[in-house]
C-alpha cells in the first residue's frame, strides 16, 4: 500500500490544519497543492469554519513549500490580491489585511 503523503507534515501545517481540510475532502498534501490555498481557504469559510489571514499565510506558504515567515511582501500581495479576487466571484467579502 502506498504511503500517504500526510498534510501534518508539511511546513506550516498541523494535525489542525489536516482535520479542518479533511472536512472538506483534502485528503493528502498533493489534494491540497492541486486544489490551492485560496480554493482551501474559501471552501473551509463556506463550511462555516473560522479561518483567517494568518490561517491563509500558513496555507500560502505551505504551496509554496517555505515557512511562511520567508514569504516575501511582494509574495503575500499577490496572493492576497488572487485570493480577493476568488473570495468576490464567489460573492465573499474581500479581506483587508489592516482589519482582518
Known sequence: MAKVDLIRGRVNLSVRHERLLNKIGIRSFDDFLKAGAEYCYIALKKAGVSVNLSFFWNLKAA??????????????????????????????????????
Open 63 to 100: 504551496s509554496l513549500k517555505k515557512h511562511s515567515m520567508m514569504l516575501t511582501q511582494e509574495e503575500k500581495e499577490k496572493a492576497l490580491e488572487a485570493l480577493n479576487t476568488v473570495l468576490a466571484k464567489e460573492g465573499m467579502r474581500a479581506i483587508d489585511p489592516i482589519k482582518d
